[in-house]
């Protein structure tokens, strides 16, 4: 019988982490022992019902600790030699990043600094760091590419984000400790945040509540189905072929949010009412990524077009 690899996710009761650890667990390879605080930044109730599923499991263990406790992380490591750490707990979204600068980078910046250091000294050898397509900023060249300054930050949350990735290369370059920063462009899919737009919107369309659209609808994102981007984590985990890398993960695709609100409309059956707003301090105009890195390198290649992924969402929106 094969020895079962083990793995941390950090943030792995959240919505990318619990279908990460969700795929791990179906391999029957790995031992995954979770990390989170589970805090209110949502409804917390939503996240144990993330974690429900695996609590009887041998192969897997949940410890709620905050990743700003170094103490606390000392104790995660001690008790497992991991093979790889994918680090996805941060406190995420721009907006209320502007108004808890400090929690934003006390837990980004600092929490993220802890796991790495953690990782060195236990000998930890690959450390996935899950990035964002924020740190491009008012980025005017489109697709977005890993080799394009990210000097433009306009937000605290991506500024926090930036700084992990900086970080993620100092250790890679000083110690044997393989670093992957992946930049995923706005995630979206079955368990999404319920702050998010597309499930926030979702939410206000099929209740006939008015929906706020910031600016006049003609922002434009990268929207990248959960499954996708799992496949993108998943080959990061056993990417070797060098000591650093950032890798976007995207769907290679703009979409305006008009046309998202469209769709929504379309799989709900329901008209949106709109409710005009200002642009917000913090957004970005466009999101667009150039995936040939990701394609290259981890073999990447996005199966999900925001239609199918919409009607997909709503599909898991309405069984709720």
Known sequence: MTKKRNILVTGGAGFIGSHLVERLLAEDAWRVTVVDDFNDFYDPTLKRANVAPHLDRDDYALVEADIRDRGALERVFNAARFDC??????????????????????????????LLECARQTGVPQFVFGSSSSVYGINAKVHFAEDDPIRQTISPYAATKAAGEMLCHTYA????????????????????????????????????????????????????????????????????????????????????????????ERELGREAVIERQPMQPGDVPQTFADISKARRLLGYNPQTQIEEGIRRFVQWFKRQ
């Open 85 to 114: 750490v994918v680090h996805l707990a941060a406190r995420a979204g721009v907006r209320p990043s502007l108004t808890e600068p400090f929690l934003y980078a006390e837990t980004n910046i600092t929490g993220t600094l802890n």
């Open 173 to 264: 370059h000083l110690h044997p400790l393989r670093c992957v920063a992946l930049r995923f462009f706005t995630v979206y899919g079955a368990r999404q945040r319920p702050d998010l737009a597309i499930h926030k919107f979702a939410k206000l369309i099929s209740q006939g509540k008015p929906i706020p659209v910031f600016g006049d609808g003609t922002t434009r994102r990268d929207y990248t189905y959960i499954e996708d981007i799992i496949a993108g984590v998943r080959a990061a985990v056993d990417y070797t072929a060098s000591d650093y890398e950032a890798i976007n993960l995207g769907e290679s695709r703009t979409v305006e949010l008009r046309e998202l609100i469209a769709l929504l």
